[in-house]
């Protein structure tokens, strides 16, 4: 086994997919939020191979929260290139890392210019034996889609501008993570913000329909990033779904550990098409909020005594209600 192969497992946000030609996906999702709160964007750039060459390109999407619109660019697959080193991506003059984008796209009608730096990042922690947010099922190599969380929150600085609008990010912030497998699971909710009341939370979570050997489980990750500390509620930590409940545009969800709760109040609004991938191909499609909002209470549990701890509500929420095949 090469370095490459070992340190990327450790090292969730470099390029995954090595010398993949076929059936995979790779992607990274960058959040970015101006400081008024009134401009919220996502970039997702990705890699996809089908069965065929044919089938293989490089993409980048850009969702506009406010109006939902979204705008998707494919690109030749030779137009994708990484590191082995480190989380750096080329798709044609665009440039990605964990540390800044750049794009340059002037097409189909469009022209999208971006110049953004990210700093003080909060990346989910790693260890021997939990290499990020999936915990030990990173280690299994037979998942269908794995998750990394590059960054809860961090700050950022620049400008974008989309179609001759200049939108300055100075002082704003942002959020990083990434998918990289075969598809997206055949059901989910995810959901995201760090803004907060309080300026430093951060709430990421994700449950989904997982297919596993001959069967499926509704497995779940989910952290709240609160005065510093990271609670964590995963599948793999022990905790609990107590349950999940969605309506139309609302969702309920409740987690449990030995010593804490987590109530999650959800509501999407505003909602933009995004592509996901099917075996590999960008053929899915998904409904992505960037304006949705959530209410959360964190719950200290000793014994048979229940205590709030923290309460909270928060905007400019990344939201996705795709949970129709679970019942």
């Known amino acids: 086994m090469s370095f490459y192969n070992i340190k990327k497992i450790w090292n969730s946000e470099i390029y995954q997919g090595g010398n993949k030609k076929a059936n995979y996906f790779e992607g990274w999702y ?10 919220t964007f996502c970039v997702i750039p990705s890699v996809s191979y089908g069965k065929s060459p044919s089938e293989s390109k ?3 999407q850009i969702l ?15 137009d994708f290139h990484f590191s082995k080193d480190s989380f750096e991506i080329n798709i044609g003059e665009n440039y990605f890392s964990k540390d800044k984008l ?7 009608g469009h022209t999208i210019k971006a110049e953004l730096a990210f700093k003080d990042l909060t990346p989910w922690p790693v260890t021997t034996f939990s290499p990020g947010v999936m915990g030990w099922f990173a280690f299994i190599p037979f998942m269908e889609c794995y998750h990394g969380v590059l960054s809860l929150t961090h700050t950022v600085q620049g400008f974008t501008q989309i179609d001759k609008e200049n939108i300055d990010f100075t002082e704003g912030k942002g959020y990083m993570e990434k998918d990289y497998g075969s598809s997206f699971p055949k059901s989910w909710i995810w959901m995201q913000s760090n ?3 309080n300026n430093g939370t951060s709430l990421m979570c994700s449950i989904a329909n997982i297919p596993f050997i001959k069967g499926s489980f509704t497995g779940f990750i989910c952290g709240l990033y609160f005065n510093g500390t990271l609670y964590k509620f995963a599948t793999y930590t022990g905790a609990k779904l107590a349950y999940v409940d969605t309506s139309g545009d609302m969702v309920s969800i409740c987690l449990r550990n030995k010593s804490q709760e987590l109530q999650i109040e959800g509501r999407t609004k505003n909602a933009g098409k995004l592509l996901s991938p099917k075996n590999g191909i960008m053929e899915g499609e998904v409904l992505e909020s960037l304006t949705a ?35």
């Open 58 to 60: 490089a993409t980048i």
């Open 102 to 108: 750049s794009i340059n796209i002037d097409r189909d």
């Open 195 to 197: 803004h907060f009341k």
């Open 64 to 78: 506009e929260g406010e109006s939902s619109n979204s705008y998707n660019f494919d690109f030749n697959i030779d």
């Open 30 to 39: 960058f959040k970015i939020v101006d400081k008024s709160t009134l401009n």
């Open 293 to 327: 909002k959530v209410h959360i209470k964190l719950y200290e549990i000793i014994g048979e005594v229940k205590t709030l701890i923290y309460e909270d509500s928060g905007s400019n929420t990344g939201m996705e209600i795709m949970w129709d095949s679970i019942k």
